[in-house]
Structure formats: structure tokens, C-alpha cells
């Protein structure tokens, strides 16, 4: 098959929006719209739904000819055979979405790895080695929260116990190994690069920020990764009566922390950094009770390590002075002292900025080049979420592929890709794990 | 019985102290310290342990001789017979706790009461007219979020349907009707004040604030109650990814309901009012998504009803500036602006300020200085919280007594009053209801 073959290999865009939709019935969330299939999603990592949707996945690779590979951390690999065997080039991504997430996130590149299968079936194509699809566990940290834990186990960059015992957050008492029981999802293999090594991976997933759609572009081809970190900060003050406690009398743990997030957003604006806080618990939780503790979560971002550094430093350099009464950014003008408060901080996940392999990345570009046909259609871009891509690159050659999202809009039941980008994207997919694939039989890659 | 007899009749503070640990075993809370009475109290309206404590109340008071009378709000008027028919004089508080409350809030007032019952068998007192003890249902409006509501439906202020249908807070199904039924207070008669009317009310309290510990005082004589106001506000943003959206991109809920905190404690601060957010929940609640929608409790007191007014209206008008846009006492200085936010209020529960009776407030000084034999540890007082002695008011001859805090803590386990003092306390109560019943039966008041 030659380079130019490729181009007759077009996926069919009706069966896989009708596979994705279908899907999407397993954990349907919020509806935004009046057409059946403008619903968000809420398919929770090792829910029911998520079980339903892992069998689907199961069942339908197995019947395109793969073998199923199932490790302990859940994470289903499901490999075609090649002409030879060897390391299989994997696409990648989830089919767990936020609480109030959307229908693309993830689960557009678990289907367009599927499209891939049912396209090489259709035609018959045998590969030079294995191609697969590898559906990662709990990749939002929505309900275990670390994101992307599962591959980060995989790469053995985050110790299997941890993932394990990672509690459900909410206050319930499941695990991630207690779920992965309960579904049925327990793999017996290790969760590691070293009994499931890939040769590449390649994952497809939409934007989830502005950029493609104001460029009026179509497909990003992604070098890496920005830096993030994730935080649980504590407030630690002292309940009391709202009617009979003098503001002067206060340790008011929510008015501290109420504090401390305005001030993380301008040390976000001074660093062109970003910061936000997305889950906030305050005990114990009384109209007329001052709460004594507040904890809420911090996530900070910026493209490179260094000024994720220094925010870092920054904010708890800060906090403290706040937590002491200090009036940092003149927060307390116009404020009655209160008693001072105590503040601990807790390190939840960390993920370095990311760079990507060249190899995989001169493949997708390739590929998006061919299916668009317009070099000015295709962006070079740095993402700024996290993906499992930044696990897998740790350990095999990795890129990603990027197609617009409406609006920016992502972890919202408004987030849209319309059907035609999605074939675009897919169709990049697909010709990058060939072109990979091709380049490994000239044995061009350093890790054919 | 002249009025030097009163002096004869001491109630038994080991007895009191005993009974009032001891049914503090239903609904224990947080271990404060090593002793077995140093936990707090968790004992939420109409709960198992607050069915418990009910049973305790009727078992004990009947024993004592009194006739029950349960409401349909579930308010128990235990009622003992006096020389002649007539209405009786109460003294009357609450058994429901904070989630996180203490041993003395609402209890004290009870157990007083009761103690008060045992001292009339001890020395086969007949007072005049009847005497009774009153356990009003969701005094604190922890679990459902009227305080106060159920003397609020006796005083027919608060429809019964309202409070019936009241749901509990944290999104649970019960409402105040199926907890009655539940645990089998849901009364027959009519809660309201003309089928159930009281000659007087009168109730024991801890101070809940430092006022009568910092000025060595032990008694407090209670004129009145300051006014407070609850609402929730809602903020309504827009869920994104945290790491894809850019800050200016951002209708961050979360940042604004931080800056409204912020703001409400400074316009507390102009207006010598109170604020506080003692509830805030966000969803949907995930570390790397922007949420979309906050709801926050806030609490706003003042001794005089123009100034409640006065913050109100502050808050409201700099509130939606702030949504807007608009940089309200600097805060979005060194900021990124983003896009606007909505914001919705509702109003939960408004207390004017009150005034309790001059014949009412007038037996609570004469028996606190027969009491303590000492006018300087005597002081007048307005209470910081709402009671349900502020509806009484409006219905009754009305006044309260209030003995210190340790450290004004209350709304916390560590919540604290001496023995000695809560036994002050005890016999001020049992005094004052005595001296009202003689007052009524020379026709000195208004209300015989």
C-alpha cells in the first residue's frame, strides 16, 4: 500500500456518529437542546454506565477481531493483529466524562478508534504490526480524583495502592478497586508500560477551548502539554454563632477562603497563569453557624513548569498572609480583624508540561495536510487540558489531534463538534496510526 | 406563698446536670475533650435521636404530672394543673442541635424546665394557675432551613403547608411532614397559638456570645432579640474545562460568589451589622471544571430593622455591580475581566427586631437578683440570636434569661456553661415563672 492508498480509506461519518450516540444512552446527562441526541453526559468512571459502556466496547472490538487486554487498573486494550507481530500502535482516549460533562470529550476518541477498526475490516487492510484501541480509566479524576490516573499507573509514574485506594469524592466510601470489582473490570494483568508496552499512541479529541473555531481552522496538530497542579487547600478556623459572635470574634473559614480565591485569580493574571476552584466542602454547614473549616480544591495552570513554580509559591506565601491577618492586595480594606486562621495544603496530582514525540507529530501533521487538503486548515497547538497522551508519552511516542469545539465549550452538556469535524478528525486518526504504522515497517522510528 | 418562700426553693443542680448529660447520649457528637460529657451534639430535628430525646421529655414530664399536648408541628406543651384553670405560664426552649452544636443550646432550657417541674413535686407546690414546659420542633433550622419555624406556626406567622413541606437541606427527600410522621410526632391539634395558648413564656438560654463572661456578670436579663435576615443567593456562571478556557473567557460562579463573601463582610463592617455564609454548595463540583452555578447562604443581622434594610438594599445593588462587571471597592483590581454572571435571590426567613414584655422582663430581674443577691452580676441584654421566644413574643408576655459562655462559644462542640451556673440559670427560671403566676393571680397583668 502506498502513501496515496490512504486517501481511499475514508471513515464513514454516519456509523460513527450513530455508534457515538448510541453509546451516549449509557450515562445520558443533562438535556440543552430539543434533537435526541442534545443531552450532555454524567458517565462517572465504574459507574453502571460506565460499565455498559465498557462492555459495548468490549464486544465490538472483539467482533472487529481484536484481542482484549485487560489490566488492573481497568484499562482495555484491544489489539487487531498485524502482518508481523510486534508492539501495537494504539489510538487512545476515555469513555468516563464529568458529572455535567459532554458527548465528544474522550468518547470522540474512543469511537474514531473503533471507525479505524471497522474501516481496515471493511477494506480488508492488514497492518505491517497490531493496531489497537486503548480505553483508559477514570481519565477525568471527576469521580477519583486524579485525573488521568490510569495511565499515569500504566507509565508507573503513580503507584498502583494510591490508584486503588483512591475514594470516590463526595464522601462515599467506594474505591477505585472496589468499583473495578464491582463491574467487573479487575484485570489480573499488571497495570504497567511493561506487560502492555505500545508503540505509539495516538489520541483525537476536541479542542475544549476557543482557538480552532476563531481561527476558522479545522484540525490542530499538538506538540505537548501545559503544566498543571492540583491542590486541596484547608481552611482551619472555629464554628460559631452568626448572631451572637462579633465579626472581631471570627476565625470565619469561608471568609478566608472567600479571600484566598480572589486572590489566586489575580496571581493567575499577574503570571499569565490560570487558576480556578471547582469543588468547595465547608463543615459544618449551617445557615446560622460560621464554618470552621472550608476545604476546596485549586487548579493552576500555565505553559511552562517554571511559572506553575512560582505560582505555587506565590499562593502559599499568600494564603499564609492571610490566614494571619496580613492585608495582601488590600483584600482587607474596609474589614473588621478577625481571629487568625490556619491554612494546610495538600498536593494532589502534578503534571509537568508535556512535549510530544516528533515522529507522531510529523505523522499527524502529515495526515491532517492529506484529509484536508489545506496546510492553512491545520494549526500547530500546545493543549491546554491534561489527556492520557501525557502518561503515554512518558513512555512511548505520542501525539495528539485536535478538532474544534462550538464556543470553547467543554465539560458542559453543551459541548459540540459538529459530525463533519468529527469525520475530519477521525480520518486524521486513522492515517496517522498507518502512517506510523508504515514508517515502523521501513523500521524509520526509534522504537519499531 | 409569700415571695420570701421562693428562696426556699433551690433546684438540685447535681440532678439537673445529671439529666441533661444524660439524654445528651441521643445524637452525641464531636469529642472535645477526655471527660464523658466533653463531646458535642449532633442531634438533628425530628431524627432518630431527636425521637428519642422527644420520648425521653414525654416519659418524664408525664411522670411529673403533667398532661401532653402535641401539635401538628410537633411541639410537646407538657402541661401541669394549677390551683385554678387558666392558661398556663411556660417556660419552653428546643432539643434539635446544630449538626456540630453543643450540650447546653436549646437543652439548658429544657432541662431547666423540667427541673423546675420536679422542684414544684418536691415541696407539693400548687402554683395558681398551670405551669408548663414547651420542646418547640427545629428551633435552629440546621436540618430544615427555617429557624425557629414550628413558634413561628404556633404564632401563625409561618403557614403550616410552608413548614410542612420544608425540605432538608444537602438535597435529601424528607420533608418536616414525613419526619413528624416518621417518627410519630405529627400531632392533632392545630399548631397555632389560639388553639394552644400561653399565659407566658419564658426561657432559660446560654448567652452564646462573650458579653457576660468578659464583665464577670451571671445573669442576663434579656429586653430583646436583634433582627436578622437569611437568603440564598444563587450565581449563575458558566461550566468549562479549567484548563482550556482562558480567564477572560471564564462566567466563573465560584470567583464571584469569592468576591460577593468578600464584599458582604466589608458592608458589614460599614453598616456595625453581622454577615456570614455559612452554606455555599457549587456544581457541578469537579477540580478541573469552572463551575456554573454557586448557591450561598447568607446571613445578615442588626440590631435595628433599618439597618437589616440598609444592608440589604447595600447588598442586592453591589452584588449585581459586581456580576456586571463593575470593580466594587477594588475588588477586581490586578483581575482579568470575564464575562458577566447572573445573580438570584431568594429570601428564606426574616426576624424584625423584638421586644420582649415589661411584666416578663420585669420578673426575670427581680428573681435573677433574689437569685444571686447581687445586682451587679445582673445585666440587660439583646440577644444576638433569634429564640423561640421571638415568636412567643408575639403571641405572649415573653422574656429570657441568659447565663454565660464559656469563651462565647456556642454552635460548636466545645459550647460551655459551668454546673453553677447553668444551675443560676435553673432557679432565675423557676422564679420568674413563679413570680409571674403570683403576678397573674393578684390580676396584676395584662394576660391572666
Known sequence: MQDGDFKALKIDQGRMMDSLHSICSFGTGKRWGSAPTETGMSRLALSDSDKQARDWFVDTTTALGCAINLDAMGNIFAVRPGRQSGLATFAGSHLDTQPSGGRYDGILGILAGIEMLRVL??????????????????????????????????????????????????????TVKSELERIG????????????????????????????????????????????????VEVQGRDAHTGTTPLANRADAMLLAARLITHAHRLATTHSAMAATGILTLTPGSTNTIPGTVRFALDVRAPADATVDAMEADLKADFAALA????????????????????????????????????????????????????????????????????????????????????????????????????????????????YDRLRSMGATGSG
Not at 495516538?202 to 502539554?225: D, M
Request: hydrophobic share 35%; net charge negative; charged share 20%.
Open 185 to 232: 473490570y479487575l484485570g489480573t494483568m499488571p497495570a504497567s508500560y511493561k506487560s502492555m508496552p505500545m508503540a505509539a499512541h495516538f489520541e483525537l479529541h476536541i479542542e475544549q477551548g476557543p482557538i480552532l473555531e476563531t481561527e476558522r481552522q479545522k484540525v490542530g496538530v499538538v506538540h505537548g502539554v501545559q503544566a498543571y497542579r492540583w491542590f486541596t
Open 324 to 435: 494571619a491577618g496580613e492585608n495582601i492586595g488590600g483584600l482587607l480594606d474596609g474589614s473588621t480583624p478577625g481571629k487568625p486562621l490556619n491554612i494546610s495544603w495538600q498536593t494532589d496530582s502534578v503534571s509537568p508540561a508535556t512535549l510530544f514525540h516528533a515522529d507522531c507529530i510529523a505523522a499527524v501533521r502529515a495526515a491532517a495536510e492529506a484529509v484536508t487538503g489545506d496546510k492553512g486548515l491545520v494549526r500547530d497547538m500546545t493543549s491546554g487540558a491534561g489527556h492520557d497522551s501525557v502518561y503515554a508519552s512518558r513512555r512511548c511516542p505520542t501525539s495528539m489531534i485536535f478538532v474544534p469545539s462550538r464556543n470553547g465549550v467543554s465539560h458542559n452538556p453543551e459541548e459540540y463538534t459538529s459530525p463533519e469535524d468529527c469525520a475530519v478528525g477521525a480520518e486524521v486518526l486513522l492515517q496517522s496510526v498507518l502512517r
Open 121 to 174: 475490516e471493511d477494506h480488508h487492510i492488514e497492518t505491517e504490526f497490531p493496531v489497537g484501541v486503548v480505553n483508559w480509566t477514570n481519565e477525568e479524576g471527576a469521580r477519583f480524583p486524579i485525573s488521568m490516573v490510569s495511565s499515569g499507573v500504566w507509565a508507573e509514574d503513580i503507584p498502583l495502592a494510591r490508584a486503588h485506594n483512591l475514594k470516590e469524592v463526595g464522601g462515599g466510601k467506594a
